[in-house]
Structures are given as structure tokens and as C-alpha cells.
């Protein structure tokens, strides 16, 4: 019963947002509009690479593609979903976190739906068209196998960068001014993934695309869509390997959201 009665109070939340939000309805559609150009422009940067090259780092247009779709796909779904977590800061700084805390729902879903950014669901929509428009493209040997990870990758990498965007915004807990750190992780994590991880080098592919896992988010998962095999050399299996990367990304991100609401201290304003 009690289940049944937080599920309909976050509902009551998301219908609240869906009203406020487009109530006033040519304002809505051209925040729609307008939302998808920083996602377009990440595209077109790929874009005009290629038209000072034929491949980048062994991958052609078509494939390196895949991977922007899949990260584009992924990117957009997580910032639309989680992407205003990033408001903890302000929630920590003057104390409105207290009000979040006395309620009997949960804090993190709480935090979502109270802001949730309905406009940028035309950055999703414009992302999956992306990722469809390339594996339409790009020389895939379809199998079920496939069908089934080309649905499921861009969902795991959404849980992937939810994981990253819930795990920045925790660190206001101890330290407020933490923004521009976890937006290296953020939005730096998306231009990784959008190019082949053998564009980069050294220590730092091993943090960003292993130690972070930031490699099963499109450069795998494309590997295994494309068939091709790893110039790094590692197994075609780790291309189906997203799905286990976002669940052990969201475990970490559940243990630091609520180590961190355990240590919060309010402001008493």
C-alpha cells in the first residue's frame, strides 16, 4: 500500500511538471525547437571532421556514425531524465533540501520530477533519429542479437550517464562548488564517447574508456553492431557488455547518492 501510494504521488509530480510546462504553449514548442540545436552542432562537428579525412582512427563515416547516434541517443535520454540533478547544489546551498527530507518519498525521485526538463525531449527524439539514420547507413549483418542490442545500448548508456550526473551532483554534499569538476565527467564523457576510443591514448583512454567505462557507452557496442573486431584487441563479447557496465554504474551511483545524503548538514536558513 505504501508503494501504491508513492507511486501515485510521483505521478501527481510528473503530471504537475507536464501541465506547468505546457500551459503556456508557444513558449513550450519553441523551447523544444531551440533545445536540439547543441545536439545537432554535436553531430555536425563530426560532420565536418570527416570532410578533412576518410577515416578516423581506422573507423569511416558510416561507423564512426553508429557511435554518435548511440552516444547522442544515450547522452540526450539521461540529460532529460537526470540532467537536473545538477540543481542539488542550489537544493544543499540554502537549505531547500530540508523540505525535500521531510517528505515520505524518496529524495533523488523527488529532485527529478520536481524540475523535469520536458523540452529536451527533442534532443531524444533527435538523437534515436540519428542512431537509426546510421545503422540504416552503416553495413550491419542483422541479427536478432543485434536488434535486440542496438534497443538496448542507448538504454544502458542513458543509465550509464544518469549514473555519471547523479554521481557529480552527490559531491555538493561536501563540497558545493564541485560544478565544473563534475561536468568534466558530464558533458566531457559525452564528447569521449561520441569517436572512437582509438583516437585517444595513453593513461588517458585507460581512465576515461576503462577505469570510468566510458567505452561501453558506443565504441563497444557499435564493435559488436558493426561485427568488427577491436583494433585494442579485446574480445567481441565485451561489445554486449553495456548492460553489466550500467548496472554496476548505477549501484555506485545509489551508494554515493545515499552516502551523501547521510552526511548532509543543513544550512538551517
Request: cysteine-free.
Amino acid at each position: 500500500m505504501a508503494e501504491a501510494g508513492a507511486g501515485r504521488a510521483y505521478l501527481a509530480l510528473l503530471r504537475g511538471q507536464v501541465r506547468a510546462q505546457a500551459s503556456y504553449r508557444v513558449s513550450f514548442v519553441v523551447d523544444l525547437v531551440s533545445n536540439v540545436g547543441a545536439t545537432v552542432f554535436d553531430v555536425l562537428s563530426v560532420l565536418v571532421l570527416f570532410r578533412v579525412t576518410r577515416d578516423l582512427a581506422g573507423f569511416g563515416l558510416a561507423e564512426a556514425m553508429v557511435m554518435v547516434g548511440l552516444s547522442t541517443a544515450a547522452f540526450a535520454t539521461a540529460d532529460l531524465a537526470v540532467g537536473n540533478i545538477e540543481r542539488v547544489k542550489h537544493y544543499v546551498r540554502t537549505g531547500l533540501f530540508d523540505t525535500i527530507l521531510v517528505r515520505p518519498l524518496g529524495s533523488l525521485p523527488q529532485l527529478l520530477l520536481m524540475d523535469l526538463p520536458l523540452r529536451k525531449v527533442s534532443r531524444v527524439l533527435f538523437g534515436v533519429a540519428v542512431l537509426v539514420a546510421a545503422l540504416a547507413v552503416a553495413d550491419v549483418d542483422w541479427t536478432p542479437g543485434r536488434v535486440a542490442l542496438a534497443v538496448v545500448a542507448p538504454l544502458a548508456g542513458a543509465v550509464f550517464f544518469g549514473s555519471i550526473f547523479v554521481i557529480g551532483a552527490s559531491v555538493a554534499f561536501w563540497w558545493i562548488e564541485s560544478g565544473e569538476i563534475a561536468n568534466a565527467f558530464t558533458y566531457g564523457g559525452r564528447d569521449f564517447t561520441s569517436y572512437p576510443v582509438t583516437v585517444y591514448g595513453g593513461w588517458f583512454r585507460r581512465l576515461f574508456a576503462y577505469g570510468l567505462g566510458f567505452a561501453f557507452v558506443a565504441y563497444h557496442p557499435a564493435l559488436a553492431l558493426l561485427g568488427r573486431a577491436d583494433p585494442l584487441g579485446l574480445p567481441a563479447w565485451v561489445g554486449w557488455a553495456a548492460p553489466g557496465v550500467a548496472v554496476v554504474a548505477a549501484t555506485v551511483a545509489a551508494v554515493v547518492w545515499r552516502t551523501g545524503v547521510r552526511h548532509y548538514r543543513s544550512t538551517g536558513s
